[in-house]
């Protein structure tokens, strides 16, 4: 599979910043840019070596813009330059989108064993310095029974859950310090002094990479004694220290969150790991979840899971209840928040609340089984608000990921609203999910097109009262009812609350293998919250399941919104000439085309999962 993968990866158009790693072989964007400033000036040493030698002239040619200014160019750029500025270029809106963002980053214990951790420290070494905050939680059980298994000792699970007996403790305090020491080692060098020298200030050249921070930051309490069975000093998250976190992730610090919790009573404990992330990331905010695993997530034919909603994700792990006890317990912990109760049968992904007439995704949090909740930012848990993966099902993998997934599906209905879940093996594949459109692993969303559908008759009077201000403004062209119910299969919405909030349409031409995209129109009241764009985005996969190529628009009043999005000039010639003949010239609209990219995403429009 991973062979395949990076097959794939290699034939994209553009392969992130994945590609200018493996070309010049470092993982920190600085150096690129730095190593291609050296390589430019020892080109033009050459060159000019080369003329002193020869008494010859490299002259730019007519046109160019040595040749305007009146000067010589001296060295031409390579196509290796060429692509990396075009690279540099193609990254920056996901680096403008995650910049400020804080992401959970899971370190599985197999990962943190496995020679691949090397790599992903150093991607996450660069995106640090990108702006992205992180807070790293490594796994230890492989470390711990290795430990245990050299020193006499059996590793003893119950359920999820290790069972921390003395020397299971000592094994557990050993396994957590070595991997916190040595990921601060990995991340404290700086960028090579040979490649900013030119650049940076020498007093810089001997900082540390990463500034990283630790501690106390985990307060937990015994499991104690379940069904008869002691835990010994296994613990469960009482409570996650937000505030403390945030200053230092704001301080530019990137945390390492441990599995150890510590108790009121002065005790160390050993936490759940999946358990802490999940409670961490729910605590804080976070805007992803991403759990890097050994392994990829597949379907049953083999092939990548590339997106899931978190609807089809529930459904999937409701499936295998009476197969996985990790299913079971999933099942048990939201039992409470039955998903039937959050969308529509016929809408995407949609997960609705009706609690203060906002959908889930914008509640972020709410109150819990014990009423506890951290609405003020306190990070205060019961033991219920993580989710706990582990035991003899996960290692056995009898189930596939489906551990993982559950994890995912958890977070996703509390509160966050994308979790990755990724397989590190491949090299550079956090770059590859967070820098590529389509990524590189498994997502699983909870508010991706939300309550987006086809329309219905009943929706008629609501796509009426969204485009009547813009058709008086001019902006649209005004339809009659007859032919607004005529279209209606060609029209999208948005439902929030049994409320239209958006809506727009998709006229496809087979024969040329375009479509127009037309009316588009959000409610004043939501405007400026992305539904424009997520139905544009919802229109474009639409349109590249019916096998279209292009999408082209007529506008009066909005070129710099479309523009904006990709679509750019064109003349009447290239509209459908039998769109051109009903076209009322006499609005001198503009027209506007879009290519549409092979998408390979995995998302599915206009799917009820079963």
């Given at each position: 599979m991973a062979a395949s993968k990076s097959s794939a990866t290699a034939?994209?158009?553009?392969?992130?910043?994945?590609?200018?790693?493996?070309?010049?072989?470092?993982?920190?964007?600085?150096?690129?840019?730095?190593?291609?400033?050296?390589?430019?000036?020892?080109?033009?040493?050459?060159?000019?070596?080369?003329?002193?030698?020869?008494?010859?002239?490299?002259?730019a040619k007519a046109g160019s813009g040595a040749a305007a200014g009146g000067g010589e160019r001296s060295y031409n750029i390579s196509p290796e330059d060429e692509r990396f500025v075009e690279v540099l270029r193609e990254a920056q809106p996901y680096i403008f989108m995650h910049r400020g963002s804080t992401f959970v980053v899971v370190l599985s214990a197999e990962i943190i064993a496995d020679s691949c951790l090397d790599t992903i420290l150093k991607d996450i070494a660069f995106l640090h310095h990108l702006g992205i905050r992180f807070v790293l939680v490594p796994g230890t059980h492989v470390q711990i029974d290795k430990l245990l298994s050299e020193r006499g000792h059996e590793a003893k699970y119950l359920g999820r859950y290790r069972i921390t007996d003395s020397e299971s403790l000592a094994a557990a305090m050993e396994a957590a310090g070595g991997i916190r020491m040595m990921i601060e080692a990995k991340l404290s060098p700086g960028p090579p002094i040979c490649n900013i020298r030119r650049h940076g200030d020498s007093s810089r050249w001997h900082e540390v990479g990463v500034s990283v921070a630790s501690g106390n930051f985990l307060a937990a309490k015994r499991k104690g004694v379940v069904d008869g069975v002691d835990y010994g000093a296994t613990g469960e998250v009482k409570k996650v220290d937000v505030t403390r976190m945030r200053e230092r992730l704001h301080g530019g610090c990137l945390v390492?969150?441990?599995?150890?919790?510590?108790?009121?009573?002065?005790?160390?404990?050993?936490?759940?790991?999946?358990?802490?992330?999940?409670?961490?990331?729910?605590?804080?905010?976070?805007?992803?979840?991403?759990?890097?695993?050994?392994?990829?997530?597949?379907?049953e034919s083999g092939h990548l899971i590339r997106f899931l909603t978190l609807q089809e994700a529930d459904s999937l792990i409701r499936q295998r209840v009476k197969q996985s006890e990790?299913?079971?317990?999933?099942?048990?912990?939201?039992?409470?928040?039955?998903?039937?109760?959050?969308?529509?049968?016929?809408?995407?992904?949609?997960?609705?609340?009706?609690?203060?007439?906002?959908?889930?995704?914008?509640?972020?949090?709410?109150?819990?089984?014990?009423?506890?909740?951290?609405?003020?930012?306190?990070?205060?848990?019961?033991?219920?608000?993580?989710f706990a993966i582990g035991g003899q099902e996960r290692l056995s993998r009898l189930n596939g990921y489906l551990s993982e997934l559950a994890a995912a599906a958890f977070v996703c209905r509390r509160g966050v609203q994308r979790v990755h879940l990724l397989d590190?093996?491949?090299?550079?594949?956090?770059?590859?999910?967070?820098?590529?459109?389509?990524?590189?692993?498994?997502?699983?969303?909870?508010?991706?097109?939300?309550?987006?559908?086809?329309?219905?008759?009943?929706?008629?009077?609501?796509?009426?009262?969204?485009?009547?201000?813009?058709?008086?403004?001019?902006?649209?062209?005004?339809?009659?009812?007859?032919?607004?119910?005529?279209?209606?299969?060609?029209?999208?919405?948005?439902?929030?609350?049994?409320?239209?909030?958006?809506?727009?349409?998709?006229?496809?031409?087979?024969?040329?293998?375009?479509?127009?995209?037309?009316?588009?129109?959000?409610?004043?009241?939501?405007?400026?919250?992305?539904?424009?764009?997520?139905?544009?985005?919802?229109?474009?996969?639409?349109?590249?399941?019916?096998?279209?190529?292009?999408?082209?628009?007529?506008?009066?009043?909005?070129?710099?919104?479309?523009?904006?999005?990709?679509?750019?000039?064109?003349?009447?010639?290239?509209?459908?000439?039998?769109?051109?003949?009903?076209?009322?010239?006499?609005?001198?609209?503009?027209?506007?085309?879009?290519?549409?990219?092979?998408?390979?995403?995995?998302?599915?429009?206009?799917?009820?999962?079963?």
């Open positions: 034939n994209h158009p553009w392969i992130c910043l994945q590609t200018c790693f493996q070309a010049i072989g470092k993982s920190n964007l600085c150096n690129h840019m730095y190593s291609y400033q050296k390589k430019r000036n020892i080109f033009s040493s050459h060159a000019l070596t080369a003329k002193a030698k020869e008494g010859t002239k490299l002259v390492i969150l441990s599995n150890l919790g510590y108790s009121s009573s002065g005790e160390v404990l050993n936490c759940n790991t999946y358990e802490v992330a999940t409670a961490c990331a729910l605590a804080i905010e976070a805007d992803k979840l991403i759990c890097i695993i050994d392994g990829p997530i597949l379907d990790i299913a079971a317990n999933y099942v048990k912990a939201v039992a409470e928040e039955d998903i039937t109760c959050f969308g529509h049968s016929d809408s995407i992904g949609s997960v609705y609340s009706s609690q203060n007439g906002k959908t889930f995704s914008e509640r972020r949090i709410a109150t819990f089984n014990n009423g506890v909740g951290f609405d003020n930012g306190n990070g205060l848990w019961s033991s219920e608000q993580g590190g093996t491949i090299g550079g594949v956090l770059l590859l999910e967070l820098f590529k459109r389509d990524g590189m692993g498994t997502m699983v969303a909870s508010d991706l097109y939300e309550g987006t559908r086809t329309a219905k008759v009943t929706d008629l009077s609501g796509i009426k009262q969204l485009i009547q201000p813009l058709v008086e403004s001019g902006t649209l062209v005004r339809r009659t009812d007859e032919e607004l119910l005529k279209a209606l299969d060609s029209f999208y919405v948005v439902e929030r609350e049994g409320q239209i909030i958006a809506c727009a349409a998709l006229f496809p031409f087979f024969k040329e293998k375009c479509g127009e995209v037309a009316a588009i129109a959000v409610s004043p009241e939501c405007r400026g919250q992305g539904q424009g764009d997520k139905l544009l985005d919802y229109i474009e996969k639409k349109a590249a399941s019916l096998g279209l190529d292009m999408l082209f628009l007529l506008t009066t009043r909005t070129a710099d919104w479309f523009k904006s999005r990709g679509f750019r000039e064109c003349s009447i010639e290239m509209i459908p000439e039998e769109r051109r003949k009903r076209i009322n010239l006499s609005r001198n609209s503009k027209y506007y085309m879009k290519k549409l990219l092979p998408d390979t995403s995995g998302i599915i429009v206009d799917r009820t999962f079963r």
